[in-house]
């Protein structure tokens, strides 16, 4: 399942302070830390996606940028 930063079972942003529901799955690796079979999920709302897109991109990090649909579970 993916986090959520809430007690409600709602997915929300990943941005620091932002409660807001998820709509954009960012799909990233840290190549020195992670092999080809480890994919982490950072979960951004509209308002931050494009930022937080940018951070792990700007790193070599971002992998995909999807339309978050649900948790794993759905």
């Known amino acids: 399942m993916l986090p959520t930063?809430?007690?409600d079972d709602v997915p929300r942003c990943s941005a620091t302070g932002c409660r807001?529901?998820?709509?954009?799955d960012l799909n990233w690796r840290n190549p020195?830390?992670?092999d080809q079979t480890r994919v982490k999920h950072w979960l951004a709302c509209d308002?931050?996606?494009d930022h937080l897109a940018d951070y792990l991109g700007v790193r070599g990090f971002?992998?995909?940028r999807e339309p978050f649909r649900g948790t794993?579970?759905?």
């Open 5 to 7: 930063h809430d007690t």
């Open 20 to 24: 807001a529901p998820a709509s954009v």
């Open 32 to 34: 020195k830390l992670h």
């Open 47 to 49: 308002e931050h996606a």
């Open 62 to 64: 971002l992998l995909a």
């Open 72 to 74: 794993a579970d759905s």
